[in-house]
């Protein structure tokens, strides 16, 4: 489930609350009492068998006794009673319930039980369930507040969705003496049905929300989140506060992989790849709430810093360059306004110091100023408290300059203050609070509340931004790596053998150093005259999974005797680390000589909620102490790929120095894609690691691997958080005249494609498929239009020798009832059947993925496209609210 019912939860028109109680200090009395203080308009049922009337509302003995099923129920009795009330509500019609009570999931195998029972008596009705063990639920334009929370949230336009009520209560007690208000306040619980991935798909859509605030200890289903959030943070900020950083899953990991990919820094991956943005801290958060409610959209990051004193300006000059942000350079006609205006003593730059006495004037002119400088993207203004001036003077000079300021200065900029102190900015703050204005207690968190915006922007830039085109397109062996980890498994094994390892890495083309093997020494030193010297020698064991640490790796060994003598040594040594590991002999590799080369780590590591993970670092037999690793979720392209590299201290080393080449990058590149492919098509896979990987001007290659493997749970894709590439959808298709045409996917890279197409089409097609007279595509648009979530989603395109003749496309909700299409045709191509081609492969897609129905808007004059609707069995009706357009609709599947 996703949105179903959601309407019926958050818009209920009629609120049972089932344990209503007049004892004061009860649950059920306080939520009583929310949900009349806050003039929810509309029908309020009461429901307790001990009570006939409760403050004049009368109280029905039980549910059957209602007057009628309430839209929404919100339920404080005993855990055991929970059940069986569900069940009663939705047989009776009710699609909603907030379940307030505690003591299920968290109460160990009969509190479980006691959730299993409720989900199972709600999920026939498709009744929707909020909670158990939460605070509850607010929609303040509504009047809407079924919490026991001792304050009521204002109306405003962030929504703040939490697991831990504790923290929907400080948020509120911290918001409401700052008039800082919500479109929706939701304590989520223990998530037994409603999670955050529902959350974000409603909030999306929600025309009141312009900004998302979450707290989270834990994310349930992880592709059904990472769709949900990446569909919000295209449209709205979507900021994060993630508890438990520590895992004591990392510790138990034994590959290097494994290790430095804990479960906090897959979720901080999982988080940068949706575009939200993640905050540390409490205080950051109630920051971020501050800055979203009281700032607009951030254009620029070259930040004015005006001050009255000259240490705050440079704290918050660190900040602001620490943070990676941009001190604005003044013009020189703001230098000559600011000199005219402002004491001979004044700093002459950025920060803008007006010194200690500045009284309220001064603070209005030099913020005038800075406002009108096209070099200023956004202003900070700081006040120290002095004997020599008020710093509520200040603040109301900085309001009415903000107030007095041409609409067109601040339509792109925002302005955001910090008074320091306590006792004498109180007041000030207050002010500011007044006239929603965004203010800070410090330099620092101001900084980081104009950031916040920044760091929004850019996250919306790097969404959109194309992929190269792909140069390392490969088809791996498939059959192979699947034949050797099923015999493997077969076999019983975990760890896979250096035949198995190098059979699989093979079949994906990544470059692994041959290998022979040994049972002996004397055979180890045999081999190696056959390999050439010098040589690598390595243990080979099926319990040792870092060789190096029991002493089980020994390097260029220039002759037989040498190898013989080291691997008789190598025995003894491995013997008294590690007694009980089975020995199966040496491996014997050439010794890779590359001067110069960067040792790296790259591999895989499955997470329990996001499934598989890229790793990418530094390598090496110090891996764990460089601790200089990025991760990345599958599947990746060469922009996502070099992203990850560039996240790492190894990536400066990459790119050449004193007089060493760049690393052939490019190379670096294939091998990530690769690994992303392997772990898509191999469920089996665990984990992966290659240490080191060298890579070097010449490209790369691979000195040791390990694969750890086991049984499959689901199929390959399937347990990606991402939904990969779909291939097995592309086909040739054929158009009435027999011409061949390729029919498949678009990828992010094919935008190229896109931006042809259209400028193929006459003005007059274009307008028949957007509505309006446009020239051309934008990069945003087509970036949307290619840059596609396969698990929601899907365009397909029609091409012929690389030339795009058509593409039609769907987009689902959440639920999968319904799917809006579009379709646009190279005009030189019309009236040859590549439409039809199109909208039918289409139509059997969407059915396949069980899909309800396909839906889309006509222009009632686009005849041409309402005939082939008609040929389709599109059912076609005048839009209500437009006559010039036509709605047209097939129904595919039962939902």
């Known amino acids: 489930m996703s949105v179903r019912n959601f309407d019926t939860l958050f818009t209920p028109r009629s609120v049972a609350l089932i344990g209503a109680t007049p004892r004061p200090g009860s649950v059920g009395a306080v939520v009583a009492r929310n949900l009349r203080r806050a003039g929810f308009a509309g029908e309020l049922m009461l429901v307790n068998p001990h009570h006939h009337a409760i403050d004049g509302l009368i109280v029905h003995p039980d549910v059957a006794s209602l007057p009628q099923a309430p839209d929404l129920a919100v339920i404080v009795t005993p855990p055991d009673t929970v059940p069986g009330l569900v069940s009663e509500l939705a047989k009776r019609g009710t699609r909603a319930a907030v379940v307030i009570t505690a003591g299920f999931g968290e109460l160990g195998e009969q509190g479980a039980s006691l959730q299993q029972a409720t989900l199972d008596a709600a999920q026939p009705h498709l009744m929707r369930i909020v909670g158990p063990n939460c605070v509850g639920i607010m929609v303040p334009r509504l009047g809407l507040d079924a919490t026991f929370s001792h304050l009521a949230a204002p109306a405003g336009d962030i929504a703040f969705i939490s697991q831990s009520g504790a923290m929907i209560t400080a948020m509120l007690d911290w918001a409401v003496s700052r008039g800082i208000g919500f479109s929706h306040v939701v304590s989520l619980g223990d998530m037994a049905d409603v999670d955050f991935g529902d959350m974000l798909?409603?909030?999306?859509?929600?025309?009141?929300?312009?900004?998302?605030?979450?707290?989270?200890?834990?994310?349930?289903?992880?592709?059904?989140?990472?769709s949900a959030a990446r569909a919000a943070s295209r449209l709205k900020p979507v900021l994060v506060l993630k508890a438990g950083r520590s895992s004591a899953g990392a510790r138990a990991a034994t590959s290097h992989t494994g290790v430095l990919a804990g479960a906090d820094a897959v979720y901080d991956a999982a988080f940068r790849r949706a575009g939200m943005l993640r905050v540390?801290?409490?205080?950051?958060?109630?920051?971020?709430?501050?800055?979203?409610?009281?700032?607009?959209?951030?254009?620029?990051?070259?930040?004015?810093?005006?001050?009255?004193?000259?240490?705050?300006g440079v704290l918050a000059t660190d900040a602001l360059i620490a943070a990676g942000g941009r001190l604005a350079e003044l013009s020189q006609d703001t230098v000559a306004d600011l000199n005219r205006l402002l004491p001979a003593t004044w700093s002459h730059g950025n920060p803008v110091d007006i010194i200690g006495d500045a009284p309220g004037k001064r603070y209005a002119d030099a913020l005038a100023t800075l406002i009108r400088d096209p070099e200023v993207d956004a202003v900070l203004v700081l006040n120290c408290p002095t004997a020599l001036a008020q710093p509520e003077a200040a603040a109301r000079a900085t309001i009415d300059a903000v107030v007095a300021a041409e609409p067109a200065a601040l339509r792109n900029r925002n302005v955001v203050t910090a008074w320091l102190g306590e006792h004498s900015a109180r007041a000030a703050r207050q002010l500011f609070a007044d006239a929603r204005i965004a203010t800070y207690e410090t330099p620092d968190s101001a900084v980081t509340g104009f950031l916040h915006r920044v760091h929004h922007r850019r996250n919306q830039e790097?969404?959109?931004?194309?992929?190269?085109?792909?140069?390392?397109?490969?088809?791996?062996?498939?059959?192979?790596?699947?034949?050797?980890?099923?015999?493997?498994?077969?076999?019983?094994?975990?760890?896979?053998d250096a035949a198995e390892v190098d059979n699989i890495l093979s079949a994906y083309g990544l470059p692994l150093v041959p290998h022979r093997?040994?049972?002996?020494?004397?055979?180890?030193?045999?081999?190696?005259?056959?390999?050439?010297?010098?040589?690598?020698?390595?243990?080979?064991?099926?319990?040792?999974?870092?060789?190096?640490?029991?002493?089980?790796?020994?390097?260029?060994?220039?002759?037989?005797?040498?190898?013989?003598?080291?691997?008789?040594?190598?025995?003894?040594?491995?013997?008294?680390?590690?007694?009980?590991?089975?020995?199966?002999?040496?491996?014997?590799?050439?010794?890779?000589?590359?001067?110069?080369?960067?040792?790296?780590?790259?591999?895989?590591?499955?997470?329990?909620?996001?499934?598989?993970v890229v790793a990418f670092g530094h390598g090496g037999t110090a891996v764990e102490i460089m601790s200089d690793t990025s991760l990345e979720l599958p599947p990746l392209n060469g922009l996502l790929a070099r992203r990850l590299m560039a996240r790492t201290r190894v990536w400066r080393l990459l790119q050449g120095y004193r007089g060493k080449p760049p690393a052939h990058i490019d190379a670096i590149v294939g091998v990530l894609i690769r690994?992303?492919?392997?772990?898509?098509?191999h469920p089996e896979i665990r984990e992966l690691d290659v240490n080191p990987l060298l890579a070097d001007a010449a490209g790369v290659v691979a000195l040791d691997a390990r694969i750890r493997i086991g049984p499959s749970q689901s199929a390959g894709a399937a347990r990606l958080a991402i939904a990969p590439y779909p291939q097995h959808l592309e086909?040739?298709?054929?158009?009435?005249?027999?011409?061949?045409?390729?029919?498949?996917?678009?990828?992010?890279?094919?935008?190229?494609?896109?931006?042809?197409?259209?400028?193929?089409?006459?003005?007059?097609?274009?307008r028949l498929r957007f509505f309006a007279l446009v020239r051309g595509l934008t990069h945003a648009v087509a970036a949307r239009l290619s840059q596609l979530d396969y698990d929601r989603e899907l365009a397909l395109l029609a091409e012929l020798d690389g030339m795009a003749l058509g593409v039609a496309h769907f987009f689902a909700d959440p639920d999968r009832l319904r799917a809006e299409y579009a379709i646009a045709v190279r005009s030189d191509w019309k009236g040859r059947g590549v439409g039809f081609l199109l909208m039918t492969r289409l139509i059997h897609i969407a059915r396949q993925q069980g899909i309800g129905e396909l839906v889309g808007e006509v222009l009632r004059e686009n005849q041409p496209m309402l005939q082939m609707c008609r040929e389709l069995g599109f059912v076609i009706a005048p839009d209500p609210s437009d006559p010039s357009v036509m709605q047209v609709g097939k129904r595919l599947a039962v939902p």
């Open 280 to 312: 540390g801290t409490m205080a950051e958060l109630f920051d971020a709430a501050e800055t979203l409610a009281l700032t607009r959209e951030q254009v620029g990051d070259r930040l004015a810093i005006l001050t009255n004193g000259g240490g705050a």
């Open 462 to 496: 790097l969404l959109m931004e194309t992929p190269p085109a792909r140069a390392d397109i490969f088809e791996p062996d498939l059959a192979a790596a699947t034949h050797a980890i099923a015999a493997a498994l077969a076999d019983g094994k975990s760890w896979l």
């Open 675 to 681: 690994l992303s492919q392997l772990a898509a098509d």
């Open 731 to 766: 086909t040739i298709e054929r158009l009435r005249d027999g011409t061949a045409l390729r029919m498949r996917p678009l990828r992010p890279e094919d935008e190229p494609m896109l931006h042809d197409l259209a400028a193929h089409m006459n003005h007059e097609d274009l």
């Open 201 to 226: 798909d409603y909030l999306a859509a929600d025309p009141h929300t312009r900004a998302i605030l979450l707290y989270t200890e834990g994310i349930t289903h992880g592709r059904k989140f990472m």
């Open 517 to 612: 093997s040994a049972a002996d020494p004397d055979q180890a030193a045999a081999v190696a005259a056959t390999v050439g010297f010098p040589v690598v020698l390595k243990i080979l064991s099926p319990d040792i999974t870092h060789k190096s640490d029991v002493g089980g790796v020994a390097l260029n060994l220039g002759n037989a005797h040498r190898v013989l003598r080291e691997a008789t040594a190598m025995l003894e040594r491995v013997k008294t680390a590690h007694p009980r590991a089975r020995l199966d002999g040496f491996l014997v590799q050439p010794m890779v000589s590359r001067p110069g080369a960067v040792e790296l780590l790259v591999g895989l590591v499955e997470d329990a909620v996001f499934g598989p």
